[in-house]
């Protein structure tokens, strides 16, 4: 491939990349969340092709290791500069098939996370660690290649996830083969045609097809590592069916992250950064705001701050370049948030805004959704809703809070709101989370190692210790 290939769009539309990715009749029909039309079909891929992919993978992995990093995280920062040449064809299929819009913190944003997170991986050093040097013998610590990584991602940010899982495998020497979601696939394939401009086809390849792949492949004995986001679940499914094999595993599940608001915010100040941290993505993110924990004192007025904010928030078909929110993925999710606010009706709780879809409508949109006075109890705190409806539970002693924040088997993410530093830092000292944010929830980066506390599963992703995470650890002692 030329500079030039890489600076200059190959592909200018959705529909040119559907075309290189073979989506034609005869696939698994991908429909828009936005207006339940076909968008393609997608190449359902068979237990055969995974068997393929895996063989080739293996087979290139050697030659790939012997690259070396440094032309290796070459490789990464071209394909960065392919994403960035070929970024409006790809917002454009990501909106289509996930919903997201193509404005806000959406599918434009998406792929240029994409971009940022090949580059900053690619930067990243990871050297030998000297750890006993003494009469003349030195132990150092050092990272090798695994081998093949599988990785199995979720439909909610199909591009930005399969980036987070590749960028780090390749990187550290290892091949690669993906299994998208079934509700993304077009996604993921147009996004691994793309970075083909840069990274050889047969380091990293994309097998798509139902839970008969993401099974074989979480099985499958020449597959060293398998990263896996979605849910806690699936999750679980993974630690099984990789159990024969001792493959190596991260896992990001699912997350139900509270955010503590303490007395001395002042909420107009914060509201806009609590909205954000809950409605990214309409809500569909792992690591956003699902339960809001208001103090008393203040409980009122966050309230109103977030309605205000909410109510001027457009929602529609993500093309259309006036909205920042979208539908639902799919129908199954549309009825789980659906079904957990009318439980939260039920219940004698007080919708402030939203909580009506219009069921005319086609699509699968829910409106923004903010229910106050709700029991910590009730299904719509408990459970993780992954969508457009936030619960705010009002809270009396700072201990209780804590306590209902720390009530849940996951913990993903959490975040404190206040205008004292310290006092913040102390009760995040107190959350079991992977992350706890101050005064924002959800801000990832790609030189923080992030990943889930308790049931939100295990390992890191991003930065060096992210890079750790895929490779082979091996002392050397003399
Ligand atoms: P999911 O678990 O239903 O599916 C994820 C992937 O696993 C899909 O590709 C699916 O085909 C595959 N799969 C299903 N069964 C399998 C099996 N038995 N073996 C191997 N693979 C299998 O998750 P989802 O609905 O796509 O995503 C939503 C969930 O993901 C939410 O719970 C969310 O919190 C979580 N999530 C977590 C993170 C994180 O970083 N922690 C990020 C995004 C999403």
């Given at each position: 491939?030329?500079?030039?290939t890489?600076t200059?769009?190959?592909?200018?539309?959705?529909?040119?990349?559907?075309?290189?990715?073979?989506a034609?009749?005869?696939?698994?029909?991908?429909?828009?969340?936005?207006?339940?039309?076909?968008?393609?079909?997608?190449?359902?891929?068979?237990?055969?092709?995974?068997?393929?992919?895996?063989?080739?993978?293996?087979?290139?992995?050697?030659?790939?290791?012997?690259r070396g990093?440094?032309?290796?995280?070459?490789?990464?920062?071209?394909?960065?500069?392919?994403?960035?040449?070929?970024?409006?064809?790809?917002?454009?299929l990501?909106?289509?098939?996930?919903?997201?819009?193509?404005?806000?913190?959406?599918?434009?944003?998406?792929?240029?996370?994409?971009?940022?997170?090949l580059?900053?991986t690619?930067?990243?050093?990871?050297?030998?660690?000297?750890?006993?040097?003494?009469?003349?013998?030195?132990?150092?610590?050092?990272?090798?290649?695994?081998?093949?990584?599988?990785?199995?991602?979720?439909?909610?940010?199909?591009?930005?996830?399969?980036?987070?899982?590749?960028?780090?495998?390749?990187?550290?020497?290892?091949?690669?083969?993906?299994?998208?979601?079934?509700?993304?696939?077009?996604?993921?394939?147009?996004?691994?045609?793309?970075?083909?401009?840069?990274?050889?086809?047969?380091?990293?390849?994309?097998?798509?097809?139902?839970?008969?792949?993401?099974?074989?492949?979480?099985?499958?004995?020449?597959?060293?590592?398998?990263?896996?986001?979605?849910?806690?679940?699936?999750?679980?499914?993974?630690?099984?069916?990789?159990?024969?094999?001792?493959?190596?595993?991260?896992?990001?599940?699912?997350?139900?992250?509270?955010?503590?608001?303490?007395?001395?915010?002042?909420?107009?100040?914060?509201?806009?950064?609590?909205?954000?941290?809950?409605?990214?993505?309409?809500?569909?993110?792992?690591?956003?705001?699902?339960?809001?924990?208001?103090?008393?004192?203040v409980?009122?007025?966050?309230?109103?701050?977030?309605?205000?904010?909410?109510?001027?928030?457009?929602?529609?078909?993500?093309?259309?370049?006036?909205?920042?929110?979208?539908?639902?993925?799919?129908?199954?999710?549309?009825?789980?948030?659906?079904?957990?606010?009318?439980?939260?009706?039920?219940?004698?709780?007080?919708?402030?805004?939203?909580?009506?879809?219009?069921?005319?409508?086609?699509?699968?949109?829910?409106?923004?959704?903010l229910?106050?006075?709700i029991?910590?109890?009730?299904?719509?705190v408990?459970?993780?809703?992954?969508?457009?409806?936030?619960?705010?539970?009002?809270?009396?002693t700072?201990?209780?809070?804590?306590?209902?924040?720390?009530?849940?088997?996951?913990?993903?993410?959490?975040?404190?709101?206040?205008?004292?530093?310290?006092?913040?830092?102390?009760?995040?000292?107190?959350?079991?989370?992977?992350?706890?944010?101050?005064?924002?929830?959800?801000?990832?980066?790609?030189?923080?190692?992030?990943?889930?506390?308790?049931q939100?599963?295990?390992?890191?992703?991003?930065?060096v210790?992210?890079?750790?995470?895929?490779?082979?650890?091996?002392?050397?002692?003399?």
């Amino acid at each position: 491939m030329t500079a030039e290939t890489l600076t200059s769009p190959t592909y200018a539309t959705a529909a040119e990349l559907l075309a290189a990715i073979e989506a034609s009749d005869g696939g698994r029909p991908i429909l828009d969340p936005a207006t339940e039309e076909l968008v393609a079909h997608a190449p359902e891929h068979t237990v055969d092709d995974l068997e393929a992919a895996v063989t080739t993978a293996r087979a290139a992995q050697p030659a790939w290791a012997a690259r070396g990093h440094a032309e290796r995280s070459a490789l990464l920062v071209a394909a960065a500069d392919a994403l960035d040449a070929n970024a409006a064809a790809l917002a454009e299929l990501l909106s289509r098939e996930q919903g997201k819009p193509l404005n806000g913190p959406n599918a434009r944003f998406e792929v240029g996370a994409c971009a940022a997170w090949l580059r900053a991986t690619a930067g990243l050093e990871l050297e030998p660690e000297i750890l006993v040097e003494e009469n003349g013998s030195t132990a150092e610590l050092h990272y090798r290649p695994l081998g093949v990584v599988g990785a199995i991602g979720p439909w909610n940010w199909p591009m930005m996830i399969s980036v987070w899982q590749l960028a780090p495998a390749l990187r550290m020497g290892n091949t690669v083969v993906m299994k998208p979601s079934e509700y993304t696939p077009l996604s993921v394939l147009a996004l691994v045609k793309v970075l083909h401009l840069a990274i050889p086809e047969e380091v990293l390849h994309v097998v798509a097809g139902g839970r008969e792949i993401g099974e074989g492949l979480s099985s499958h004995p020449l597959v060293d590592k398998i990263m896996f986001t979605g849910s806690t679940a699936t999750g679980k499914a993974i630690i099984r069916s990789s159990a024969d094999t001792v493959k190596r595993l991260t896992l990001e599940l699912g997350g139900n992250d509270a955010g503590i608001v303490l007395p001395d915010v002042d909420p107009a100040a914060i509201a806009e950064g609590l909205f954000w941290g809950a409605f990214i993505n309409t809500g569909q993110t792992c690591a956003a705001l699902k339960r809001l924990y208001v103090h008393e004192d203040v409980y009122s007025e966050v309230c109103e701050a977030l309605v205000a904010i909410a109510g001027t928030m457009p929602m529609g078909i993500g093309l259309d370049e006036a909205n920042v929110l979208g539908p639902l993925q799919n129908r199954a999710q549309y009825d789980i948030v659906a079904d957990l606010v009318e439980q939260a009706k039920a219940s004698g709780s007080r919708v402030l805004i939203g909580g009506d879809p219009d069921t005319a409508r086609p699509g699968y949109f829910y409106p923004t959704t903010l229910v106050a006075d709700i029991a910590n109890t009730d299904a719509l705190v408990a459970q993780e809703q992954f969508g457009p409806a936030l619960p705010i539970i009002r809270y009396s002693t700072v201990d209780e809070a804590i306590a209902m924040a720390n009530g849940l088997e996951v913990g993903l993410g959490a975040s404190v709101w206040s205008s004292d530093p310290v006092r913040a830092r102390e009760v995040a000292a107190r959350i079991e989370a992977g992350t706890v944010w101050i005064n924002k929830h959800g801000t990832i980066d790609p030189r923080v190692p992030f990943g889930g506390a308790k049931q939100s599963g295990y390992g890191l992703e991003f930065g060096v210790e992210g890079l750790k995470h895929l490779g082979a650890p091996q002392v050397i002692d003399g």
